[in-house]
T-cell receptor, first 111, second 115 residues
Framework: SQQGEEDPQALSIQEGENATMNCSYK?????LQWYRQNSGRGLVHLIL?????REKHSGRLRVTLDTSKKSSSLLITASRAADTASYFC???????????FGQGTRLTINP | GAVVSQHPSWVICKSGTSVKIECRSL??????MFWYRQFPKQSLMLMAT?????????EQGVEKDKFLINHASLTLSTLTVTSAHPEDSSFYIC???????????FGPGTRLTVT
């Protein structure tokens, strides 16, 4: 079963605005990762945040992790049309090799 | 970064036939590879974990006799969908685990359509 729940399921904003996506999970994790997937394509790794980290930045991306609430957020600042894609969080469970993916957020950036 | 390729990128087959999908790590050795399935507008569901030289570990609900996985070398894993049916039509994605534990590199996916 899915570990992660993401919201919103779909998000549509204007170019230049910020986009925020949230991910919640159920069990203890080693790390949480965010991926982007363009329609019909493979996954692109965006950022990994470890369980002992609270915030991480990469370019226009900002990820937070709150292990007490078992939740994470991905913020994309100054969005661009090219950011249109589906975004997935994936949790690496403690003691397990595998990743468990959330349901994903479909982000649409309107020019 | 580490690169994973898949072949073919898309395939159409008739119901009842078998289809083999290859997953290769091009510039790193992947002791462990993972196979996922993704239905339209849905998330990735892990099908199995494949370790080089040993039998794959299948997730609950995945038929191991239907989805045959072979991981004969550190750079190649194959998924064979046997006796394919239309409900097996999906996007199949593999990944290889890199040197760092929990680090997976994903292939571009293979779209399977069974008619």
């Amino acid at each position: 079963s899915q570990q992660g729940e993401e919201d919103p399921q779909a998000l549509s904003i204007q170019e230049g605005e910020n986009a925020t996506m949230n991910c919640s999970y159920k069990t203890s994790i080693n790390n949480l990762q965010w991926y982007r997937q363009n329609s019909g394509r493979g996954l692109v790794h965006l950022i990994l945040i470890r369980s002992n980290e609270r915030e991480k930045h990469s370019g226009r991306l900002r990820v937070t992790l709150d292990t007490s609430k078992k939740s994470s957020s991905l913020l994309i600042t100054a969005s661009r049309a090219a950011d249109t894609a589906s975004y997935f969080c994936a949790t690496a469970l403690q003691g397990a090799q595998k990743l468990v993916f959330g349901q994903g957020t479909r982000l649409t950036i309107n020019p | 970064g580490a690169v994973v390729s898949q072949h073919p990128s898309w395939v159409i087959c008739k119901s009842g036939t078998s289809v083999k999908i290859e997953c290769r790590s091009l510039d790193f050795q992947a002791t462990t590879m993972f196979w996922y399935r993704q239905f339209p507008k849905q998330s990735l569901m892990l099908m199995a974990t494949s370790n080089e030289g040993s039998k794959a570990t299948y997730e609950q609900g995945v038929e191991k006799d239907k989805f045959l996985i072979n991981h004969a070398s550190l750079t190649l894993s194959t998924l064979t969908v046997t006796s394919a049916h239309p409900e097996d039509s999906s996007f199949y994605i593999c990944s290889g685990e890199g040197l760092a534990f929990y680090e997976q590199y994903f292939g571009p996916g293979t779209r399977l359509t069974v008619t």
